[in-house]
T-cell receptor, first 116, second 116 residues
Framework: AQSVTQPDIHITVSEGASLELRCNYS??????LFWYVQSPGQGLQLLLK??????LVQGIKGFEAEFKRSQSSFNLRKPSVHWSDAAEYFCAVGPPGSGGYQKVTFGTGTKLQVIP | GAVVSQHPSWVICKSGTSVKIECRSLDFQATTMFWYRQFPKQSLMLMATSNEGSKATYEQGVEKDKFLINHASLTLSTLTVTSAHPEDSSFYIC????????????FGPGTRLTVL
């Protein structure tokens, strides 16, 4: 069964500092990988996704993530955090090549706090 | 593109009444829609998967007679919480996918249900 672990429940960074959110997954093959952001009271917005190819993926809002097969990780990074990045971030995995009908498993989320 | 709306965005109801939540894909045909429930400070819990024109598939532990799902068209799915009780208070989120080999889901903004 697929699973996702986000080891950090809560992270606090200073505005302008760099950010890395950790995500580890368990899956028999290389899954599809996603990072979503959820602002308070809002639905999820896709930041970026990895299906295949280049292991460094660029997303919206200046975020990027790197897929490392050897470590079963898909960590999210941003070089300089803005106050508006304060939100909850979810990593997710899904089985590849399913035609859109299979289920995606979400991690428990990491809440990001940005201090001035 | 790929916009999903939910209506209402929030609803307050009395215990014992039923509440219907609509999920619409505005600019694409959603062959599959998912319904999630999110408790405070927790990840999304998949409740059910609905394919257009078919009966919904419910996750283990989700009462199908309490959470009625109808996916009557390629752009609309509804979730009806029947005989709602305070423990049903939660944030309900839908998502929609298209066919095409990927698992990317497009999420609605969510509906906050409060049962008094």
């Amino acid at each position: 069964a697929q699973s996702v672990t986000q080891p950090d429940i809560h992270i606090t960074v200073s505005e302008g500092a760099s950010l890395e959110l950790r995500c580890n997954y368990s899956y028999g093959a290389t899954p599809y990988l996603f990072w979503y952001v959820q602002s308070p009271g809002q639905g999820l917005q896709l930041l970026l996704k990895y299906f295949s190819g280049d292991t460094l993926v660029q997303g919206i809002k200046g975020f990027e993530a790197e897929f490392k097969r050897s470590q079963s990780s898909f960590n999210l990074r941003k070089p300089s955090v803005h106050w508006s990045d304060a939100a909850e971030y979810f990593c997710a995995v899904g089985p590849p090549g399913s035609g859109g009908y299979q289920k995606v498993t979400f991690g428990t989320g990491t809440k990001l706090q940005v201090i001035p | 593109g790929a916009v999903v709306s939910q209506h209402p965005s929030w609803v307050i109801c009395k215990s014992g009444t039923s509440v219907k939540i609509e999920c619409r894909s505005l600019d694409f045909q959603a062959t599959t829609m998912f319904w999630y429930r999110q408790f405070p400070k927790q990840s999304l819990m998949l409740m059910a998967t609905s394919n257009e024109g078919s009966k919904a598939t419910y996750e283990q532990g989700v009462e199908k007679d309490k959470f009625l799902i109808n996916h009557a068209s390629l752009t609309l799915s509804t979730l009806t919480v029947t005989s709602a009780h305070p423990e049903d208070s939660s944030f309900y989120i839908c998502s929609a996918t298209t066919s095409g080999g990927y698992n990317e889901q497009f999420f609605g903004p969510g509906t906050r249900l409060t049962v008094l």
